[in-house]
């Protein structure tokens, strides 16, 4: 990854990491980032936070699955199948 980096002559702020093959897996952090801040501000007592935060954030990306697959099988149904 390092002489990756090196050939691509990364710059902080003025060209973005080469991150294109796995940028599905940046909605994990996003989602639990959402997931904690989201549940920080409801919960009643700071201890409930981490579990509540981490069924959050399993229904957002169950969601994201969710919505994902629908649209693929519209797309199929709609386009391909006509």
Known sequence: ??????EYNYRPF???LPVWDYWVLLLIPLCAGIAIV?????CRYVSQVPKEALIL??????A?????????LSYKIFVEWT
């Open 64 to 72: 994201m699955v969710g919505v994902g697959a629908g649209v693929l």
């Open 57 to 62: 954030t399993l229904f957002i990306l169950a």
């Open 38 to 42: 989201y549940k920080t501000i409801k």
């Open 14 to 16: 003025l060209t973005p």
């Open 1 to 6: 990854m390092i002489d990756l980096l090196a």
